[in-house]
């Protein structure tokens, strides 16, 4: 843990507060049209949302924190996101920071069902996970630097499907821990679970697959 708020997934506030933007919001801006509106889910502080305003898009940002959610300049709604139901839809969903790889199926479901409920005609979800070919890569000791914030990865255990490790963030001569489980999902499962809540996959948006599009069955 660390000094500070706390997230009810372990994220530690103070430390979000802290890292850059990073190539997330050039990714998701590449994948959709100019202007397009985009209800982020799990947005943290806005780390990416203010980006994403700079970049013209108008974006709703929802996460269960009211930490998190303090500083966002954006429009926001404290939810969970598997609960959030609003009335109305957006050009694009964005499914960020590997949630879809939770290791609670019925999570993921929810996670899924909630982008589906939410996107416009013609509309899509953008998602950002961990594909099968992480799960091999990731090793104690790893890391590198985010902005100010040290990040390393300690404690990794891999069991079957499950992986889980502690992340170590340093920065200014203080450290947060956060403790994390995920689920590797190969290709067949990760489509399944698409189809079951109304989804299809479309396209990779980069070159090594952590981010794909999916669209409305
Ligand atoms: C790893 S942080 C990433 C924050 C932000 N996307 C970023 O990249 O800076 C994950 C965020 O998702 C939020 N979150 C996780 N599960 C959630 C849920 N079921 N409902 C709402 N928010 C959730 C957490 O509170 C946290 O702010």
């Not at 966002?72 to 590997?98: M, Q, T």
Request: charged share 20%.
């Amino acid at each position: 843990m660390g000094e500070g708020a706390f997230t009810a997934d372990g994220c530690p506030v103070e430390v979000y507060r802290l890292l850059p933007p990073g190539g997330e919001p050039g990714i998701v801006h590449e994948a959709v049209p100019e202007g397009a509106s985009i209800l982020e889910l799990g947005s943290g502080v806005g780390r990416v949302t203010h980006a994403l305003l700079d970049l013209g898009h108008p974006v709703v940002a929802v996460d269960d924190s009211p930490e998190m959610l303090a500083d966002v300049r954006a429009e926001k709604v404290c939810s969970k996101i598997e609960e959030l139901r609003l009335d109305r839809v957006f050009d694009v969903v964005l499914l960020g920071s590997h949630l879809v790889n939770t290791a609670a199926d019925t999570d993921r479901a929810a996670f899924l069902a909630t982008a589906r409920a939410h996107i416009a005609p013609g509309g899509r979800v953008l998602v950002e996970w961990h594909p099968p070919e992480w799960f091999e890569s990731v090793r104690d000791a790893q890391g590198g630097r985010l902005g100010e914030v040290d990040v390393r990865l300690e404690q990794v255990v891999h069991q079957g499907n499950l992986l889980s490790a502690v992340i170590r963030y340093s920065a200014g001569g203080r450290s947060w821990t956060q403790a994390f489980t995920c689920r590797r999902l190969e290709l067949p499962a990760l489509n399944a679970a698409l189809a079951d809540a109304g989804l299809v996959f479309e396209c990779w948006c980069t070159g090594d697959r952590t981010w794909f599009a999916a669209v409305p069955a």
